[in-house]
């Protein structure tokens, strides 16, 4: 008998079904299953018809009307749940360690909507794996017979079997939405993506758990309900893991040698969440403990009555908040409770703890040179290393160091990394790992050693993410502390001058433009003798004009050609490489001065790209003109390292930049074919070649280790490894894994902090957020409301804790804040003179300093004399980096909630900005700011929709969770750094990371145009001249009209063009539409082409995300032509060109005008298009997943005119692509299919990141992290 359901349910049910038809049918196509199996009988008699009868009956649905409405939303829910479950399975086996060849078991059933199903599926589940039918309790809660999917594949002729699990859930609207309507798949859409925005901090975070044992707090048990909300992605994790472990063990006996790995996926509407780990008998895998316990949780969970549920969810999220609270550190607790500020749920909060840290050391901490030695372990791989006892190589380096007998933690650094150098062997690569905490003087160690070596001759590259330390480190080899030079030959150089190179040799050398070609510019300094080369393309120039090359912006744009009276074509002038740049300067120098015989070379990592035959790394060997594996190439190498018989690599900050790793990885195979390989065979090696790794982020070798091993690509994560407690140095020797080479690595590790002691304030606050509407009526989202709503209170308690600090007697303040234009604003409310303030504070000494200040002004920022004259810098990161502010003895900075774990790996450098000397303005004397005591101020909000919480109750306890948890983070990260310790209840450390991966080098069309939009907002905000506040406004309102119609076009190759189907092609897609949904249809057909989701089409909801990284592509902005002087165009070229000449604005801004003029700027008077082609670049396209519109042929009709909420569109599927790389269209104006596209690297899917199998679990509801939490929370009743 039929049961009627509620709609939701119903629509959940169908989801379910459908999903499950998409993972049968990929399997299908793989031909890991075939139609003859008896498991898939019922989906392959069974008609899609029938599915729709059977959801009409039992929601009782009998006029027309409300069944056309039924019908319109299964279609959808078909089509949804098919694509999802087919991305599912594939990329799952894409992911998958060892392909899986064979379909061992499978258990997937299939009941209807309002069907009771089968009485008892035990039988069926052993029949499908093998298990003794006298088994009991497969069907009580936990039990695998009731899983929505499990299915058993095996690899490598069944050495290694593989289980996957999944779990899937559909948090489904009550009414049936009509989809027959636009509005109702852009509301579809808006709702998937205010999932992804309501996501807790973690969402996009991963934890990699290297040698620890993470047992999950028996007691979360009594808490699952409390966190897991209406989509039960949680809950279906702990669900899975249950199946999953149960069925591990129920299987046959493993043969001996055979493995099992288990993977849950809980598919739900806000998208897929992952669990794994190796359950082969005997592992000690610390997941699969983790799994179990979470299986364990779910079987122990309590059912309640639906007359009590809400009261017992009330009940149980008041437990669970308490207990997150006994899992702050005690003086946490004990400020809490003495504030008498625990709120109910759903309330506002308002916290602020406080810790004075002491028990750390200071870089100028002094000790006895036997005190020092102490610290330095008796090692015998390190010994061995070094070739002595590293005790007897260091005494001699600090007695060098020694002042009145003492020497600090800093100079018992540098002794050891001038040990690590000194001791380097010719013929082999010697590893140097520098993981001391900023400011330890890492660059300046290498430096002395190198400096000292008057009569040595020696190569030294130095490579980091920062220009300024690029130039800072190249000045301080160049010229000593009297500025005079230094005698070694310093080149440097970067894109921005290399650019700027042929226009600026012209203005500056017109007698001799006419004769010679210039390209690109190098910097050379240290050598006041040096011949400069005259004939290259390289203009060599010194540190003046490239001070005066700062100050303008005579950058090349890119040409543009016509191809037809209608059609003009853009193409970017490809200047040379940085890196070939360097190399050729070099080998010009050197053959122009044979008696320079000490060489720097500097760069920027952002100059490492992919290419097709390797990377930029190649062109380091335009030092030379032969081959190293010929003959000609090995004698050129010999007569070299009799010039130069040390070459040094240092690649600092490698962290820093998605590059890093990868660069590190490349440079040490070209050492190695350079230097290295072809002399194998010599009994007297020429060159003694070591490589320098450097990051303050990376704070042991472990966390080294598995940085390096992640790369090509990795996402931000958050490393945890165990620790050997608080330490100030280490010395150790162990291999760096993932660059190729078995060598023993020397690691230098300090942790110390510059001050007498740091206090440190969180401000936690949880704001609600009301429902708001724009001036159209439209719902705003949840970013705009809390820029409307929640930027005010930002800005005011941002303006209270300058001032307070102000009044507190500080120094001088440095506040963070990655929001440029935030920053403006706040300095405006800052200098606002209100009654009763006595600050002090004026215009002249409040400063904003990021990379939208003009270079001119950030130069006079940053000089000792006005920097040191400044009482608050307000800044972001990217403009702190490389400077330091001795004086700072206030540091204040807003934590941002996106990309937590890179954003946390800054503020680790951040909170080191204060250090260093200064002068004493009334003494004159130099004094060090590392003995000053200093507050750190950390203030983190987070936001809480009212809505929301109206309709999930849970959504309070996670966004206390995850506040709690990012302090618990913070304090995790900084103490980790700081002393060596994370400061929790275990021995562990904590570091966070940035993600791995090499930039896109395609430039949009577009790209210009969000830069110029971007940056005009930014300047409005700050700007005091009326005049070019007026200008930017008009300029940028100009701007949205006329840019406003872009197209994409991709083209695949010919061979190809048959096999890639997009879903921009109508025909293509309505055939696929049409297999997946006909009535007519068995629910899994024989798989026809029309129904397989092509390779390089995803589905992650409501949304199709295309690959077109394949494809040529091609992009254009179409315009309507300057027929007149006063047409709305040439207005806009005059306003570009104004903006790209003011010295009024950033270098950013004069760029983006001056490459829209060149966008712009035409000779066809008409109706034209300008294009570009972007040829295989790696672009994402995010497509709606019902368009064009079903339903009768008026509205298939209509809506291949184009959308009619263009601009909901493109918001929603903006944040589906999730802000990654560059993203078009800028302004939406559609003429048949709403889309919107990235150019980027990463997968804005992330379904590799969800599915990569060496990371915990990936839920956001309550993930690894905050968990932590809930662990101390059972020490903390122990110790109580």
């Known amino acids: 008998m039929n049961r009627i359901m509620q709609p939701a349910e119903a629509w959940g049910h169908v989801f379910e079904i459908a999903v499950k038809r998409g993972l049968l049918a990929c399997l299908m196509h793989l031909k890991l299953l075939t139609a003859d199996r008896p498991e898939i009988q019922p989906w392959s008699t069974l008609r899609t018809a029938k599915l729709y009868k059977s959801v009409q009956r039992a929601l009782d649905y009998q006029d027309a009307a409300r069944c056309e409405l039924c019908d319109g939303v299964v279609r959808h829910l078909l089509l949804l749940g098919y694509g999802i479950g087919w991305t599912c399975m594939r990329e799952w086996l894409n992911q998958a360690p060892k392909r899986p060849k064979q379909l061992c078991s499978l258990w997937c059933p299939l009941s209807l909507p ?110 699952l309900t409390a966190f897991s909300g209406p989509d039960k992605p949680f809950l279906k994790l702990c669900q899975g893991a249950s199946y999953a472990c149960r069925t591990a063990r129920l299987l046959p006996r493993q043969p001996q040698g055979q493995s099992l790995h288990a993977q849950v996926l809980a598919v739900t509407a806000a998208g897929v969440e992952s669990l794994s780990a190796d359950l082969t008998l005997g592992s000690d895998d610390p997941r699969a403990q983790f799994m179990q316990k979470l299986g364990d949780a779910y079987r122990r969970k309590l059912r309640v009555p639906d007359t009590d549920a809400e009261d017992h969810l009330l009940s149980e999220i008041r437990a669970a908040f308490h207990r997150l609270i006994r899992g702050l550190p005690k003086a946490f607790r004990r400020q809490l409770k003495e504030m008498e500020q625990v709120p109910d749920p759903g309330e506002p909060i308002a916290w602020s703890f406080e810790e004075s840290l002491t028990e750390f050391h200071r870089p100028t901490d002094r000790f006895t040179i036997d005190a020092a030695l102490k610290q330095v372990p008796d090692d015998p791989e390190v010994a061995a290393l070094l070739g002595e006892n590293a005790r007897s190589i260091l005494a001699p380096l600090l007695r060098q160091r020694e002042t009145h007998g003492l020497v600090t933690l800093r100079d018992l650094h540098g002794s050891a990394v001038e040990a690590g150098l000194a001791t380097a062997r010719p013929g082999k690569l010697n590893l140097l790992v520098l993981e001391g905490n900023p400011g330890i003087g890492k660059t300046t160690a290498v430096q002395r050693y190198l400096t000292n070596r008057d009569r040595d001759g020696f190569l030294m590259l130095y490579f980091s993410p920062r220009t300024l330390i690029n130039r800072d480190v190249t000045d301080k080899f160049a010229r000593d502390q009297d500025q005079r030079a230094t005698g070694i030959l310093t080149v440097t150089t970067n894109g921005n001058l290399i650019v700027q190179a042929p226009n600026a040799f012209r203005e500056f050398c017109p007698d001799r433009a006419p004769h010679r070609r210039v390209d690109a510019a190098v910097v050379v300094d240290g050598m006041d003798q040096a011949i400069l080369p005259e004939n290259t393309s390289i203009w060599f120039i010194g540190p003046e004009i490239e001070a005066r090359l700062k100050e303008r912006w005579h950058a090349r744009g890119p040409r543009k050609r016509g191809l037809d009276e209608r059609t003009e074509e853009l193409r970017d002038n490809q200047p040379p490489g940085v890196l070939r740049t360097l190399a050729g300067a070099a080998a010009a120098l050197l053959e122009a001065n044979p008696g320079a015989r000490r060489l720097v070379l500097t760069a920027s990592i952002q100059s490492y790209r992919r290419t097709s035959t390797g990377s930029t790394i190649k062109s380091l060997s335009r030092m030379f003109r032969s081959a190293a594996n010929t003959r000609p190439g090995l004698n050129e190498r010999r007569r070299f390292a009799e010039r130069f018989p040390s070459i040094l690599v240092m690649v600092d900050e490698i962290a820093g930049d998605g590059a890093g790793a990868l660069f590190v990885k490349d440079i040490c195979r070209w050492l190695s074919e350079q230097f290295i390989e072809p002399f194998e065979q010599s009994d007297t090696p020429p060159f003694c070649v ?40 280490r010395l150790s020797a162990a291999r760096v894994a993932g660059l190729g080479v078995d060598n023993q690595a020397l690691h230098v590790m300090t942790n110390s902090y510059p001050a007498s002691r740091l206090d440190i304030t969180y401000r936690v606050k949880l704001h609600r957020i009301e429902p708001e509407q724009d001036d159209h009526g439209r719902e705003k989202t949840l970013r705009a409301r809390i820029r409307s709503q929640g930027e005010g209170a930002l800005l005011g308690s941002a303006r209270t804790e300058i001032l307070e600090a102000v009044h507190a007697g500080a120094d001088q303040i440095i506040f963070f804040a990655q929001d440029k234009a935030f920053l403006r604003e706040l300095k405006t409310a800052v200098l606002d003179k209100r009654e009763g303030d006595a600050s002090g504070l004026a215009a002249d000494n409040v400063s904003v300093l990021d990379s939208s200040v003009p270079e001119k002004e950030r130069r006079r920022l940053i000089s000792a004399e006005y920097r040191d004259r400044q009482r608050v810098f307000l800044m972001t990161s990217s403009g702190a980096r490389g400077v330091s502010f001795p004086r700072a003895t206030q540091i204040i900075a807003m934590v941002p909630r996106f990309d937590v774990a890179s954003n946390l790996m800054e503020l680790a450098q951040l909170i080191y900005r204060g250090r260093g000397h200064y002068r004493d303005a009334d003494s004159g004397e130099y004094r060090s700011g590392d003995d000053s005591p200093r507050r750190l101020t950390l203030l983190i909000d987070d936001w809480l929709p009212t809505e929301l919480d ?126 997946v949904i006909a009535p007519g249809n068995a629910l899994l057909p024989g798989i026809h082409e029309d129904a397989v989701l092509p390779q390089h089409c995803h589905c992650i909801g409501p949304v199709w995300l295309e690959d077109w990284s394949a ?18 165009e040439q207005q806009l070229l005059g306003q570009l060109w104004v903006i790209a000449n003011s010295s009024a604005v950033s270098l950013h801004m004069q760029h983006a005008a001056r490459d829209l003029f060149q966008v712009l700027q035409s000779s066809l008077s008409q109706r034209h298009v300008t294009q570009k082609e972007l040829g295989r670049t790696n672009i994402w396209l995010a497509l709606p997943l019902d368009w064009p519109l079903g339903g009768d042929s008026a509205r298939l009709s209509a809506s291949m005119r184009g959308p009619k909420y263009a601009e909901d569109w493109h918001a929603g599927l903006c944040r589906v692509l999730g802000g990654r790389g560059q993203i078009f269209p800028i302004v939406p104006d559609y003429e048949n299919v709403p889309f919107a596209a990235s150019i980027s690297n990463a997968a804005p899917a992330l379904f590799a990141q969800t599915l990569q199998r060496h990371y915990f679990m990936a839920s956001n509801e309550l993930n690894l992290l905050n968990t932590l939490l809930l662990s101390n929370a059972d020490e903390t009743e122990r110790q109580d």
């Open 950 to 1075: 109206a309709s999930d109750r849970r959504a309070w306890l996670r966004r206390v969770s995850d506040l709690l948890t990012l302090v618990m983070m913070l304090r995790a990260t900084i103490l980790t750094r700081i002393t060596g310790d994370a400061g929790l209840r275990r021995p562990l450390s904590l570091v966070p990371v940035g993600p791995i991966a090499s930039d896109e080098n395609t430039a949009s069309i577009g790209e210009p145009l969000g830069i110029f939009l971007r940056e005009a907002k930014i300047h409005l905000g700050g700007a005091k001249n009326e005049k070019i506040k007026g200008l930017l406004k008009h300029a940028y309102d100009q701007a949205m009209r006329v840019f406003k119609e872009y197209r994409l076009e991709g083209k695949a190759d010919p061979g190809l063009a048959t096999g890639f189907r997009s879903w921009t092609d109508v025909a293509s897609r309505q055939n696929f539409v049409a297999a």
């Open 1111 to 1128: 494809l040529h592509n091609r992009e254009h902005f179409r315009f309507e032509g300057a027929a007149s002087t006063g047409s709305t």
């Open 114 to 223: 309002g069907e009771n199903g089968q009485d008892d599926p035990s039988q069926a589940f052993c029949a499908a794996f093998g298990i003794d039918m006298r088994t009991n309790g497969l069907t009580q809660q936990g039990g695998p017979a009731r899983s929505d999917f499990t299915a058993l594949f095996s690899a490598a002729k069944g050495r290694h079997q593989q289980l996957l699990v999944l779990e899937i859930s559909l948090n489904a609207p009550m009414s049936a939405p009509d989809f027959s309507d636009e509005r109702a798949h852009v509301d579809e859409l808006g709702r998937y993506a205010r999932l992804l925005d309501l996501r807790g901090v973690f969402s996009h975070v991963r934890a990699e758990v290297d040698g620890l044992d993470l047992a999950l707090s028996p007691k979360l048990a009594n808490h």
């Open 690 to 729: 070591s490589l320098a790794i450097a990051d303050a982020s990376l704070g042991n070798h472990k966390v080294l280790n598995s940085y390096l091993e992640a790369a090509p690509e990795a996402p931000q994560k958050v490393m945890v490894s165990p620790s050997a407690g608080q330490e100030p140095f």
